[in-house]
């Protein structure tokens, strides 16, 4: 059965992560970690930005449960909706709820913290094991009038059984492995792999000061000085804070938030104010389920990446100058802050690239001043809504392209807003308003051709790969896609490997992983220094296989050093299914297979839907011809409810083929039917499907399966070469000559119509 590891770099862990000390209490360091200040440090030298900071996301985002934090009904509340049940009380000053616990029975529980304050507010309760729970009923915080103020489910008419990841007790609802490292300060999360047990502590319970100005007892020390009459010289010309603002640049300022503010895998440091966005996490690319084919938010990606995206990046526009960092508010309301930039003649405007004429107009609107449409935001950040009641802009900041919407089937913001019309009509109103507008190619359209199995997949990326005109997120997009296809991407890849971007060289790697040993070494070895600590993981990674003596001499200690300590910091991410992945595929790269199979177990444990573990550890039981295994794992998976149709088809078609593997072809027909039918795309699973029934003597159907896949894949020379043969077995030679013409157009030179083509003479 041909079965690659599915997910070798797909499939990484884009999320937050950490946990609890003694039960019923905070989480706390024993001692201050290295530079940080007292948390209370700030508040007498810095009374205007700590008044505006304390009614900030930021100093909300985790709050002890007291009365004046909780802003829930626990008044005797009940939630009832889905078989979901649950009610909300108080006892003193202490909150509880009763709902299902980890046994299935009702029980007390007591919060202990609050989470976030609009437009929604979060609960939290410890569980065995050090971790900290997420209820998933919360309290809508919006006023009455707009739909607040009640009990609601985060995921509205369902419920889940206690096995499930998704259930307020199960994985997904981790504060440990989920949130905390983005909403508490210099959090560790103290992950131990072997008992799936955390010990997270914390400097600051929420998101304080030295989040972003960094460790800061420097400049309080310097400060505490000046105050008692000294004259103590200043630390350094930032006055001893962490980060140094003004030498970050709006680029680097941007990095900064990205760690909370981006969907990305942790590298395993723990978040690192000042230092690069790379040597802290890997931001995801824009891959389907979190992005649309033209860069649109879909997922829950949390802005970063879509405002990479933007002109407004490129200009050199930062975070701060549309936020106000300590309230975390917008600066000005309505178009005013855009027209800060966006104006023809600013007094001073540090991006004159963005003057070009007055966009607060009629005249370039075109809706009533005063109207939803007439407000920038709505035309060029367009809103989804999160957790039910959350909406949140797109940062892409792009102009509306209704007339590419159905080449990227992607979102367009004017129809969004007059439902009810079709983008064409949006479309031909801007080619009126604008009279033959610019619309330039947008690399949405060839994500899209490349999504859907269409066009040429090596030109199209290629060609966004080495447009350096284009993002760095859309080239690494463009460079992790090339990397699935193997030998023929190489060549660009390559040239990837040494981009300025240190995004583009990550994800660049994993192309070389399977080529040769030798040359893989040329071309990734001096990676193994590179300055981004991201860039180095991936390099070590696809070089995990090789033998350290089969390296130079003078590379085989950093080797050593390097994947120890990459397998380390894995082994302490690993608390999350995607964790124990990427550190199986460590191991499997090292031969370690009994280990890796052990940690796939681990993560079907954690979530049994959960499809490239299963997947890879179905690989490796049927590579140890532990065939039994093999089908009870298929099988197993099979068989959950509410599992989505690809992964199901998928299941479906690897069950089959082991089936065929072990002799048991009726039953393996029956699944290759059930793949076929729900993966309509996958032509692999028709010419298979028609192999199958041909050698089973079911030839009408074999011919008809071969047919349905050559509707999907028309140029496909599997399918054609198959019914030629088919047809010219039994005689069928019209036919089968109708075939011939086809793959001569197809695939002119494969070798297996050049060795049939002296019996075809017309």
Known sequence: MAMLLAGLWGWLLFVATPALAEPGQSPALATEPSGYAPEASCLDCHESQVAQWKQSDHAWAMRHATPDNVLGDFKDASFDEAGVKASFFRKGDAFFANLEGEDGKPADVKILYTFGHYPLQQYLVELSRGRLQALTLAWDSRPKEEGGQRWFSLYPGQRFATSDPLHWTGRYQNWNAMCADCHSTALS??????????????????????????????????????????TAKAPDDHYGL?????????????????????????????QQPGHPQLDQSLPTTLRASLYHADGQIDGEVYEFDSFTQSKMFAAGVGCSDCHNPHSTKIKLEGNGLCVQCHNPQPPTSRFPSLQAKEYDSQAHHHHEPGSAGAQ????????????????????????????????????????????????????????????????????????????????????????????????????????????????????????????????????????????????????????????????RDEAIRALADMPPDSLPEAERARFQTLLADYERRLRGNADLPGGRLNLAVLLTRQ?????????????????????????????LA????????????????????????????????????????????????NWLDKAASELPGNVRIRYNQGLLLSQLNRRDEALAALRAGLEQAPEDPDLLYTLIYLHAIAGEQEEAFGYVKRMRKAAPQDPRLLAIEPYWTK
């Not at 959950?640 to 039953?667: C, F, I, Q, W």
């Open 189 to 230: 999360k103290g992950y131990d792999d072997k008992s799936d047990s955390f010990s997270t502590s914390w400097h600051e319970q929420t998101v304080g000061c030295q989040a972003c100005h960094g460790p800061s007892q420097s400049h309080v020390t310097w400060a505490n000085q000046r105050k008692a009459g000294g």
């Open 242 to 270: 962490g980060v140094d603002t003004k030498a970050l640049g709006s680029k680097g300022q941007v990095e900064q938030c990205a760690f909370c503010h981006s969907r990305r895998q942790g590298l395993g440091t723990g």
């Open 376 to 535: 920038c935001v709505n035309c060029h950040m367009p809103t989804k809504t999160y957790m039910v009641v959350d909406p949140r802009r797109d940062h892409s900041l792009r102009i509306p392209r209704p007339d590419l919407a159905a080449k990227t089937a992607s979102p367009d913001a004017c129809t969004s807003c007059h439902q009810g019309n079709q983008p064409e009509w949006a479309a031909k109103a801007i080619d009126i308003w604008y009279e033959k507008p610019q619309r330039p190619a947008h690399y949405g359209e060839s994500f899209q051709v490349v999504r859907t199995g269409q066009g040429n997949a090596l030109e199209l990326l290629g060609a966004l790969l080495t447009d350096k005109e284009k993002a760095a997120i859309v080239r690494a997009t463009a460079a992790e896609q090339l990397a699935d296809l193997g030998l023929p991407a190489l060549p660009s890849l390559r040239l990837a490997l040494k981009d300025e971007s240190a995004l583009v060289r990550a994800y660049a790697i994993s192309g070389f992983a399977n080529t040769p040993p030798m040359a893989r070494q040329d071309d990734l070895l001096p990676l193994l220094q590179d300055p981004s600590l991201a860039v």
């Open 591 to 619: 031969g370690r297979q009994q280990e890796a199979m052990a940690e796939y177990r681990e993560a079907l444990r954690m979530d049994p839907y959960f499809v490239p573990a299963r997947v890879n550890l179905v690989t």
């Open 622 to 669: 049927s590579a140890a011809q532990q065939l039994d295994e093999a089908e009870a794992l298929l099988r197993e998976g099979l068989a959950l409810d509410k599992m989505p149709t690809p992964d199901h088809g998928n299941l479906a078609y690897m069950l089959a083929l082991l089936l065929v593997e072990r002799g048991k072809t009726e039953e393996a027909v």
